[in-house]
């Protein structure tokens, strides 16, 4: 029978990678074909005969590779031939980067996802009687847009011709959920893979699931621990007991070093994730060091060795963590259950760490935390197991579905998961689609696989009809179809069976960030993102974000050179786009309109996103009645320099330092991280997934300074505006009416609305006008202009005139009136001629905007 579901789920890994199937109503995963394992390594290994191996195979060469180049780099140095890798891991990490793999054996260079492509590619060899065209694939909670471009596009090179791509912590939940008992509450999926990390909060109501909130890091995993080792405990000892100067201070062999010690340091961390110490011994020398003297490494590795190198990896996954809860108002006492998923979460030093954070102020922790952190689902597979349960939901298109006509064609609607113990199918018999004979008269009946409930035969009048069916409580429940005529003749039907889940019904994929339009927002007075209705962080998908928006300038039609530019990016409205993740750039030119396009004129943005986020914008312009629609094309990331990191790095030191008297803790915070940043860019320079894992931190770093200021900024402009509040009201108690009376009134209503919504230009705005105001009254008194008078003689020097003669002039001419005969029409007159001739230096520089840019609407 051909598939209507598309039934398999994957799990494509940074370090390991599974696929699983749903089958009669039970998830199986299918295990590798050589070592009969239920995962595979995410490895690829190229060889000389221009053959590919994936998987264990793979990744024993790559251990054999990285000690025989650095062998190689010891004796002959950077420029040695034999230095060469051939066998690549953790690619996933790069994905959507401009990363490239290079082969000297296959004569090219490979993206991530063509060695993302390979490792799908052996998944689906598993299947010795089925061709696997449909699947699920997971990716990151946290995954950004040009990350998922790549898997996309991994998944179409290995050969998929409809796939949707699952959040791996909504897939480790259905997994838990469809064994667990009693469901209800908060969840945390603690989701600490070899390369990524994963903290999700679910709820669930009455068994319906639903992502409440998410946050992670897609460069914190298995690999970082690994590293951590090798550099806070491995190379200490090299450099201890071996002259290793001359090769650590040389980029290429630093990086040969490390990489040929990481598999040590991978299995020092798995065996100290339930041991006490480790007794490490290398049976053949690493390679020479700087004296032509075999490197060994002959050490004891203590779970308190391990514990230093490791903590703040662990620290940091906790921490997020534990600012999930925060900003969703909970703390570990409110949670049902933590599922842990990830080889790294088997660690006992992890464990005792994450119910120490999340049970800080609970006194019976110690009796909770077998049930607080145990599930019967495997760490290791819960991913992909999930993967095939959400996979058993989800219909493969008609029109890739590879059906025999000569069977009845139908059509089935229900619910693949529910928490009720009743429901209706409907039946359509689709006679047009079917080639073989089809009775006037047909009956069909549903059983349930147990053979415990029986629809009995009932008639689809008119070609279509609703059968009620009963399901086991907290089960997959299988269900068998067969037609039939008057005469009790059987007709064969596709599909003939169907699977519904009972006890939970399964989350929808939500968006991971808000969706923003970078543009000029009029009332900060500045270029920031600006929200999408409808595209919130944690919005289900798929969804639709809407805006509005005005021109900035005028748009000749057929001319090229006016450019209206829409960025689109992943980030926190409110920020500024360079500290945020943009994902494409949309440009409507002169060229495309049919007619001018004044200034001022509204913009209307939809911005569509599917399920497994592709998206499409259209734009609509009311004033010329065009839209325009794009679907948006991937993106890939460009590498980062690391000196330019490092200096942003020291700017950012340099901000953090000008803040500190505004916030001390905040900026204490950031100082801490940018120290943590430069210590990882130092050790791997040259390593494009290090240097990522730096900007996208580093931005954060940025974004939280950025605040900071702001708030600083909102204090003084606030000040200045309540300082301006208060003078004129001073001013019109001496100088006032009835009228003024009425308008500071006027005023400090405004003020208050202004205060209260943190208006910071109409704030500005507001300032000025009163103290526009305050000057008129003040005016009224001949002591405001001898003042004048009196500032500009006796700090003349300071001033940039345009003439000083002539200021001198005048000011010796106002010295002589106020002397002999006050007038404040003749002073007033003067001050204005000095202002005239004060210089440009004196006067505030205007503010540069984009004009390209479409700006807010308020």
């Given at each position: 029978?051909?598939?209507?579901?598309?039934?398999?789920?994957?799990?494509?890994?940074?370090?390991?990678?599974?696929?699983?199937?749903?089958?009669?109503?039970?998830?199986?995963?299918?295990?590798?074909?050589?070592?009969?394992?239920?995962?595979?390594?995410?490895?690829?290994?190229?060889?000389?005969?221009?053959?590919?191996?994936?998987?264990?195979?793979?990744?024993?060469?790559?251990?054999?590779?990285?000690?025989?180049?650095?062998?190689?780099?010891?004796?002959?140095?950077?420029?040695?031939?034999?230095?060469?890798?051939?066998?690549?891991?953790?690619?996933?990490?790069?994905?959507?980067?401009?990363?490239?793999?290079?082969?000297?054996?296959?004569?090219?260079?490979?993206?991530?996802?063509?060695?993302?492509?390979?490792?799908?590619?052996?998944?689906?060899?598993?299947?010795?009687?089925?061709?696997?065209?449909?699947?699920?694939?997971?990716?990151?909670?946290?995954?950004?847009?040009?990350?998922?471009?790549?898997?996309?596009?991994?998944?179409?090179?290995?050969?998929?011709?409809?796939?949707?791509?699952?959040?791996?912590?909504?897939?480790?939940?259905?997994?838990?959920?469809?064994?667990?008992?009693?469901?209800?509450?908060?969840?945390?999926?603690?989701?600490?893979?070899?390369?990524?990390?994963?903290?999700?909060?679910?709820?669930?109501?009455?068994?319906?699931?639903?992502?409440?909130?998410?946050?992670?890091?897609?460069?914190?995993?298995?690999?970082?621990?690994?590293?951590?080792?090798?550099?806070?405990?491995?190379?200490?000892?090299?450099?201890?007991?071996?002259?290793?100067?001359?090769?650590?201070?040389?980029?290429?062999?630093?990086?040969?070093?490390?990489?040929?010690?990481?598999?040590?340091?991978?299995?020092?961390?798995?065996?100290?994730?339930?041991?006490?110490?480790?007794?490490?011994?290398?049976?053949?020398?690493?390679?020479?060091?700087?004296?032509?003297?075999?490197?060994?490494?002959?050490?004891?590795?203590?779970?308190?060795?391990?514990?230093?190198?490791?903590?703040?990896?662990?620290?940091?996954?906790?921490?997020?963590?534990?600012?999930?809860?925060?900003?969703?108002?909970?703390?570990?006492?409110?949670?049902?259950?933590?599922?842990?998923?990830?080889?790294?979460?088997?660690?006992?030093?992890?464990?005792?760490?994450?119910?120490?954070?999340?049970?800080?102020?609970?006194?019976?922790?110690?009796?909770?935390?077998?049930?607080?952190?145990?599930?019967?689902?495997?760490?290791?597979?819960?991913?992909?197991?999930?993967?095939?349960?959400?996979?058993?939901?989800?219909?493969?298109?008609?029109?890739?579905?590879?059906?025999?006509?000569?069977?009845?064609?139908?059509?089935?609607?229900?619910?693949?998961?529910?928490?009720?113990?009743?429901?209706?199918?409907?039946?359509?018999?689709?006679?047009?689609?079917?080639?073989?004979?089809?009775?006037?008269?047909?009956?069909?009946?549903?059983?349930?696989?147990?053979?415990?409930?029986?629809?009995?035969?009932?008639?689809?009048?008119?070609d279509a009809e609703i059968v009620p069916i009963i399901l086991n409580t907290g089960k997959t429940n299988g269900f068998a179809i067969t037609?039939?005529?008057?005469?009790?003749?059987?007709?064969?039907?596709?599909?003939?069976?169907?699977?519904?889940?009972?006890?939970?019904?399964?989350?929808?994929?939500?968006?991971?960030?808000?969706?923003?339009?970078?543009?000029?927002?009029?009332?900060?007075?500045?270029?920031?993102?600006?929200?999408?209705?409808?595209?919130?962080?944690?919005?289900?998908?798929?969804?639709?974000?809407?805006?509005?928006?005005?021109?900035?300038?005028?748009?000749?039609?057929?001319?090229?050179?006016?450019?209206?530019?829409?960025?689109?990016?992943?980030?926190?409205?409110?920020?500024?786009?360079?500290?945020?993740?943009?994902?494409?750039?949309?440009?409507?030119?002169?060229?495309?309109?049919?007619?001018?396009?004044?200034?001022?004129?509204?913009?209307?943005?939809?911005?569509?996103?599917?399920?497994?986020?592709?998206?499409?914008?259209?734009?609509?312009?009311?004033?010329?009645?065009?839209?325009?629609?794009?679907?948006?094309?991937?993106?890939?990331?460009?590498?980062?320099?690391?000196?330019?990191?490092?200096?942003?790095?020291?700017?950012?030191?340099?901000?953090?330092?000008?803040?500190?008297?505004?916030?001390?803790?905040?900026?204490?915070?950031?100082?801490?991280?940018?120290?943590?940043?430069?210590?990882?860019?130092?050790?791997?320079?040259?390593?494009?997934?290090?240097?990522?894992?730096?900007?996208?931190?580093?931005?954060?770093?940025?974004?939280?300074?950025?605040?900071?200021?702001?708030?600083?900024?909102?204090?003084?402009?606030?000040?200045?505006?309540?300082?301006?509040?208060?003078?004129?009201?001073?001013?019109?108690?001496?100088?006032?009416?009835?009228?003024?009376?009425?308008?500071?009134?006027?005023?400090?209503?405004?003020?208050?609305?202004?205060?209260?919504?943190?208006?910071?230009?109409?704030?500005?705005?507001?300032?000025?006008?009163?103290?526009?105001?305050?000057?008129?009254?003040?005016?009224?008194?001949?002591?405001?202009?001898?003042?004048?008078?009196?500032?500009?003689?006796?700090?003349?020097?300071?001033?940039?005139?345009?003439?000083?003669?002539?200021?001198?002039?005048?000011?010796?001419?106002?010295?002589?009136?106020?002397?002999?005969?006050?007038?404040?029409?003749?002073?007033?007159?003067?001050?204005?001629?000095?202002?005239?001739?004060?210089?440009?230096?004196?006067?505030?520089?205007?503010?540069?905007?984009?004009?390209?840019?479409?700006?807010?609407?308020?």
């Amino acid at each position: 029978m051909a598939r209507t579901k598309i039934d398999y789920g994957i799990d494509l890994g940074t370090t390991n990678s599974a696929i699983s199937l749903m089958e009669n109503g039970e998830i199986r995963i299918i295990k590798s074909d050589k070592y009969q394992k239920d995962t595979t390594p995410s490895c690829v290994q190229f060889n000389k005969k221009k053959a590919v191996f994936v998987g264990d195979d793979a990744l024993n060469r790559y251990r054999y590779e990285a000690l025989k180049a650095f062998k190689a780099f010891t004796r002959s140095g950077s420029d040695s031939t034999e230095a060469k890798i051939n066998t690549f891991i953790e690619f996933k990490r790069t994905m959507g980067t401009d990363k490239s793999y290079p082969s000297e054996y296959m004569n090219q260079s490979f993206a991530s996802e063509e060695l993302s492509a390979e490792v799908l590619k052996k998944l689906k060899s598993y299947l010795k009687n089925e061709n696997i065209t449909a699947a699920i694939i997971t990716v990151p909670a946290k995954f950004r847009q040009n990350q998922i471009d790549a898997t996309q596009r991994a998944a179409t090179l290995a050969g998929f011709n409809y796939f949707e791509l699952l959040q791996e912590p909504i897939a480790a939940s259905l997994a838990y959920g469809i064994d667990a008992k009693d469901m209800d509450g908060h969840w945390l999926v603690f989701d600490l893979g070899g390369g990524t990390f994963d903290a999700a909060l679910m709820k669930v109501e009455e068994g319906v699931m639903k992502v409440a909130d998410t946050e992670g890091d897609n460069h914190l995993g298995g690999k970082n621990i690994d590293y951590a080792i090798v550099d806070k405990l491995l190379i200490p000892y090299l450099k201890e007991n071996y002259t290793t100067d001359n090769i650590l201070s040389d980029e290429r062999g630093r990086t040969l070093l490390r990489d040929a010690l990481k598999w040590i340091a991978e299995e020092t961390k798995i065996v100290l994730s339930a041991e006490d110490q480790f007794e490490i011994y290398t049976d053949e020398p690493l390679g020479e060091d700087d004296n032509g003297e075999d490197m060994e490494l002959d050490l004891t590795v203590t779970l308190d060795d391990y514990e230093n190198a490791a903590r703040p990896i662990f620290q940091r996954a906790i921490d997020i963590s534990v600012r999930l809860l925060e900003n969703n108002k909970l703390k570990g006492s409110d949670l049902k259950t933590v599922v842990l998923v990830g080889g790294p979460t088997l660690s006992q030093t992890l464990r005792n760490m994450l119910t120490d954070s999340l049970f800080a102020d609970n006194d019976n922790k110690d009796s909770q935390i077998f049930s607080f952190l145990s599930s019967a689902t495997d760490p290791m597979t819960a991913v992909a197991k999930g993967a095939a349960l959400f996979a058993s939901t989800r219909d493969i298109p008609l029109n890739l579905q590879k059906r025999d006509r000569t069977k009845i064609q139908l059509t089935l609607k229900f619910p693949e998961t529910t928490v009720e113990t009743e429901e209706n199918i409907g039946i359509r018999i689709e006679r047009s689609r079917t080639t073989g004979q089809i009775p006037k008269k047909i009956f069909a009946e549903i059983i349930r696989n147990d053979q415990a409930w029986s629809g009995g035969k009932v008639e689809i009048q008119n070609d279509a009809e609703i059968v009620p069916i009963i399901l086991n409580t907290g089960k997959t429940n299988g269900f068998a179809i067969t037609l039939s005529d008057e005469q009790g003749n059987i007709y064969p039907c596709e599909p003939s069976q169907f699977t519904i889940i009972q006890g939970l019904k399964a989350a929808t994929p939500t968006l991971p960030f808000a969706l923003c339009i970078d543009a000029y927002d009029t009332q900060k007075g500045k270029q920031t993102l600006q929200a999408m209705s409808g595209l919130d962080k944690n919005q289900s998908l798929p969804a639709k974000g809407q805006g509005i928006f005005k021109t900035q300038k005028k748009i000749h039609a057929g001319n090229k050179q006016d450019v209206i530019r829409i960025p689109i990016y992943e980030g926190d409205p409110g920020t500024q786009a360079i500290h945020n993740n943009q994902v494409h750039e949309v440009l409507i030119t002169g060229e495309d309109l049919p007619e001018d396009l004044p200034e001022d004129m509204d913009a209307e943005l939809m911005l569509e996103i599917d399920s497994s986020r592709r998206m499409k914008l259209s734009a609509y312009f009311p004033y010329i009645d065009e839209t325009y629609e794009i679907d948006l094309p991937d993106n890939t990331t460009k590498d980062y320099d690391a000196d330019v990191l490092e200096n942003e790095i020291q700017k950012a030191r340099q901000h953090t330092a000008k803040l500190e008297n505004i916030s001390p803790g905040t900026c204490g915070k950031s100082g801490n991280e940018l120290n943590e940043l430069a210590g990882l860019l130092k050790n791997a320079r040259e390593d494009q997934d290090t240097k990522t894992q730096v900007k996208e931190r580093l931005s954060e770093v940025l974004k939280d300074l950025d605040k900071t200021e702001e708030e600083g900024e909102w204090q003084k402009t606030e000040q200045k505006l309540t300082n301006a509040l208060k003078k004129i009201a001073v001013t019109c108690q001496r100088y006032g009416n009835e009228n003024t009376t009425q308008l500071v009134n006027q005023y400090q209503e405004q003020a208050h609305t202004i205060i209260r919504e943190r208006n910071v230009k109409l704030a500005n705005a507001l300032t000025e006008e009163i103290r526009a105001s305050d000057f008129a009254l003040v005016s009224q008194d001949i002591g405001l202009w001898i003042s004048y008078i009196r500032r500009f003689d006796e700090e003349f020097d300071k001033y940039h005139w345009k003439d000083r003669v002539a200021a001198r002039q005048l000011i010796s001419e106002a010295k002589q009136i106020i002397m002999k005969n006050p007038s404040k029409t003749k002073l007033q007159h003067i001050v204005k001629q000095l202002s005239g001739i004060l210089s440009e230096a004196d006067k505030p520089l205007t503010d540069t905007i984009d004009k390209e840019l479409l700006r807010t609407k308020r």
